[in-house]
């Protein structure tokens, strides 16, 4: 079992913080004056409530560094400083797409969320620099990532994202079914809880209750097989340990 298809996974579910959220350590100050700057354009602009509340219309395109979100409608709340873009939200980034009905943004909160028919695709042929696992992964073919929501926290010490609801991913034969999927960057791992069924086409499968990705260690534990009786553990490991000479 390859590492490589739960870190596409974990692309999916983070790849639109890029926009909302500019971290401290993962940018230069030259890198975020180049991302911080954001075009928005729509076919129409009013406010209401001593302009506290302000709508966008008529279709709207919000554009920063290279990326770019496409929907028909967006309301700003100026005093929560709240952001509301709804129906078909389309974003995209170089090599990635992800839609839903709707996205809220919570700045102030660090948090944030995908709602309703939430589809991502990330395309054969991507590259991301100093990520090698990913990009070999990559060449494997696209990997494809649904649910009905999607939630992300943002900040130094609380980076994480839930897939909520039907989550599935695929790659090429490769298939994952799981009912909540969870990301933490600390501790990197993978969580998903819930009729979890994973595997491949050439027979390669699992079905448990819980499944736990550690990445740095590149280990699976998973436990409550529910259709072989009682509770059961087991651990995966995902790469070949060298045999003691």
Same mark, same amino acid.
């Given at each position: 079992?390859?590492?490589?298809?739960?870190?596409?996974?974990?692309?999916?579910?983070?790849?639109?913080?890029?926009?909302?959220?500019?971290?401290?350590?993962?940018?230069?100050?030259?890198?975020?004056?180049?991302?911080?700057?954001?075009?928005?354009?729509?076919?129409?602009?009013?406010?209401?409530?001593?302009?506290?509340?302000?709508?966008?219309?008529?279709?709207?395109?919000?554009?920063?560094?290279?990326?770019?979100?496409? /929907?028909? &409608?967006?309301?700003?709340? %100026?005093?929560?400083?709240?952001?509301?873009?709804? @129906? =078909? *939200?389309?974003?995209?980034?170089?090599?990635?797409?992800?839609?839903?009905?709707?996205?809220?943004?919570?700045?102030?909160?660090?948090?944030?969320?995908?709602?309703?028919?939430?589809?991502?695709?990330?395309?054969?042929?991507?590259?991301?620099?100093?990520?090698?696992?990913?990009?070999?992964?990559?060449?494997?073919?696209?990997?494809?990532?649904?649910?009905? /929501?999607? &939630?992300?926290?943002?900040? %130094?010490?609380?980076?994480?994202?839930?897939?909520? @609801? =039907? *989550?599935?991913?695929?790659?090429?034969?490769?298939?994952?079914?799981?009912?909540?999927?969870?990301?933490?960057?600390?501790?990197?791992?993978?969580?998903?809880?819930?009729?979890?069924?994973?595997?491949?086409?050439?027979?390669?499968?699992?079905?448990?209750?819980?499944?736990?990705?550690?990445?740095?260690?590149?280990?699976?534990?998973?436990?409550?097989?529910?259709?072989?009786?009682?509770?059961?553990?087991?651990?995966?490991?995902?790469?070949?340990?060298?045999?003691?000479?």
């Amino acid at each position: 079992m390859k590492i490589g298809f739960y870190l596409l996974i974990i692309t999916a579910m983070i790849s639109f913080l890029t926009m909302f959220a500019l971290q401290d350590s993962a940018y230069s100050e030259e890198e975020k004056r180049k991302l911080i700057k954001i075009i928005i354009s729509a076919g129409r602009l009013w406010g209401e409530n001593d302009a506290k509340i302000i709508h966008l219309g008529n279709g709207i395109k919000i554009e920063q560094a290279g990326m770019a979100l496409n /929907a028909q &409608e967006g309301v700003y709340y %100026t005093d929560s400083k709240v952001i509301e873009i709804s @129906g =078909n *939200v389309n974003f995209t980034r170089p090599g990635s797409k992800i839609r839903g009905d709707k996205v809220i943004v919570y700045p102030d909160r660090q948090f944030g969320a995908w709602k309703g028919h939430v589809e991502f695709l990330q395309e054969k042929g991507s590259s991301t620099p100093g990520k090698d696992k990913m990009n070999k992964a990559l060449k494997e073919g696209t990997v494809s990532l649904n649910c009905d /929501a999607l &939630e992300f926290y943002w900040g %130094t010490n609380n980076t994480m994202a839930i897939a909520k @609801g =039907n *989550v599935k991913a695929n790659q090429k034969d490769k298939y994952l079914y799981s009912d909540v999927v969870t990301y933490t960057e600390k501790p990197q791992k993978l969580l998903l809880e819930g009729n979890i069924r994973l595997g491949n086409e050439k027979g390669v499968n699992l079905s448990c209750d819980r499944l736990t990705l550690y990445i740095e260690e590149e280990r699976i534990h998973a436990e409550g097989l529910p259709y072989q009786g009682g509770l059961l553990q087991i651990e995966l490991p995902l790469k070949k340990v060298k045999s003691e000479k």
